[in-house]
């Protein structure tokens, strides 16, 4: 009987198919124990041998590693001066840390509007919101998709602001040629559903030696020299044990994103010309990398988005909503008094769908999510 019970539910588990599954294998497990061997679990050669991996990687002077993605951000601001009166523009449409990051410093979020077509801040918008406190924007690389970094550099040097650039979405991506996080300060998150993981973990990227060592003493309780405390700093540091699985993940991540652009594309070419879908749309120079694989539902589809997520989940099919309240609408932000009208971000928040797009999807997988998709669609 017991056994009986333990087959149905392996057949259920095997069936769903997950939003995103983390890949750790052999190498990262020998890496691992190596560190564990070694005596050194905290902070040491191997967080070291990360950051300089991470740098060249992503084509940048310098890489700081974090315990997340959050702190990676926080560090960031702090290390450009950000703190109290100070706004920092940034999108509505994203994960709270982006915004809650610049709330850490005693700064303001001042949110600027998405463009429908990518998701990502507008570049029109971020100058409306210019005004004399502005010290910095934010832009996040949502879905691993590269918001404009041309004229959003350029808005930057005209008004002399500081450019922190949220990659955590956006491991290995790339716009006109470069990689993410190179253009401006990069904070990356290494959580288990990014493109590629540590566990928890981080990393600032940047090609300032002065913000690099302003980074380091953050991160070590404003130190540079052990207990002498120049600076209010934290404990950001991120273990060996968590960079031993970074520098393998690391060696994996251009594969893991070849096979997301190659699903991706799969899927948007069975999901081509379906009246009331939206597939992502590439702007020209960028290299997606897919963190996640957003679909846009407008009325003319038969159902509403939260009905097609419910009949995937039928099938077997994990979705996620990425996300399903604009920052400036959450609860927190609403006490703090924010009421701006944000049109875009708050339309396509109750119209996103996030597919499974991660690289252990079969052909079986793909075809099955989109022909769920496929056979709602024909019923209208
Ligand atoms: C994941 C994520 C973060 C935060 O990273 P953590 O490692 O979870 O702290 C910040 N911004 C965006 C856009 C993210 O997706």
């Known amino acids: 009987m017991y056994s009986i019970i333990n087959t149905v539910l392996q057949i259920q588990?095997?069936?769903?198919?997950?939003?995103?599954?983390?890949?750790?294998?052999k190498r990262e497990k020998d890496l691992v124990l190596e560190v564990l061997s070694s005596g050194t679990i905290a902070q040491g050669s191997k967080v070291k041998e990360f950051e300089d991996k991470f740098a060249k990687y992503t084509?940048?002077?310098?890489?700081?590693?974090?315990s997340n993605g959050t702190t990676a951000l926080h560090m960031a601001l702090l290390a450009h001066g950000i703190g109290k009166g100070d706004e920092v523009i940034t999108t509505p449409f994203t994960f709270i840390a982006s915004a809650n990051s610049i709330l850490y410093c005693n700064a303001?979020?001042?949110y600027a509007d998405i463009e429908e077509s990518s998701y990502n801040i507008d570049p029109e918008k971020v100058k409306e919101k210019i005004r004399k406190k502005t010290k910095a924007i934010m832009p996040v690389h949502l879905y691993g998709n590269p918001a404009d970094m041309k004229a959003l550099m350029e808005i930057a040097e005209d008004n002399k602001l500081a450019v922190i650039e949220d990659a955590c979405q956006a491991?290995?991506?790339q716009y006109n040629g470069k990689k993410v996080g190179s253009y401006g300060t990069g904070a990356f998150s290494f959580y288990p559903t990014k493109n590629m993981t540590t566990g928890e973990g981080g990393m600032v990227t940047t090609d300032d030696?002065?913000?690099?060592?302003?980074?380091?003493m953050l991160r070590e309780h404003g130190s540079k020299v052990r207990y002498n405390h120049e600076i209010l700093g934290y404990n950001y540091r991120m273990t060996d044990i968590a960079a031993a699985i970074g520098i393998a993940q690391l060696e994996r991540l251009d594969g893991f994103n070849e096979a997301r652009i190659s699903n991706a594309?799969?899927?948007?070419?069975?999901?081509?010309?379906?009246?009331?879908?939206?597939?992502p749309r590439l702007n020209k120079g960028v290299k997606h990398v897919f963190h996640q694989y957003t679909i846009k539902i407008n009325g003319t589809f038969p159902v509403d988005r939260d009905k097609l997520?419910?009949?995937?989940?039928?099938?077997g099919i994990g979705t996620g909503i990425h996300y399903p309240v604009p920052v400036h609408k959450q609860p927190l932000y609403k006490k703090l008094g924010y009421k701006d009208n944000l049109p875009v971000a708050e339309k396509v928040t109750k119209?996103?769908?996030s597919l499974p797009i991660h690289p252990s999807l079969t052909t079986k997988d793909l075809n099955h999510i989109a022909n769920t998709i496929k056979e709602v669609a024909e019923k209208r």
């Not at 030696?209 to 380091?216: H, P, Y």
């Not at 997520?309 to 099938?315: C, M, S, V, Y």
């Open 13 to 25: 588990t095997d069936k769903m198919i997950p939003i995103a599954k983390p890949i750790l294998g």
């Open 59 to 66: 084509g940048t002077k310098h890489a700081v590693a974090t």
């Open 108 to 110: 303001k979020p001042v």
């Open 171 to 173: 491991h290995g991506a």
């Open 209 to 216: 030696g002065s913000i690099a060592e302003r980074l380091r």
């Open 265 to 279: 594309d799969y899927l948007s070419r069975k999901l081509k010309g379906i009246d009331g879908l939206t597939t």
């Open 309 to 315: 997520a419910e009949i995937l989940k039928d099938a």
């Open 351 to 353: 119209q996103v769908l």
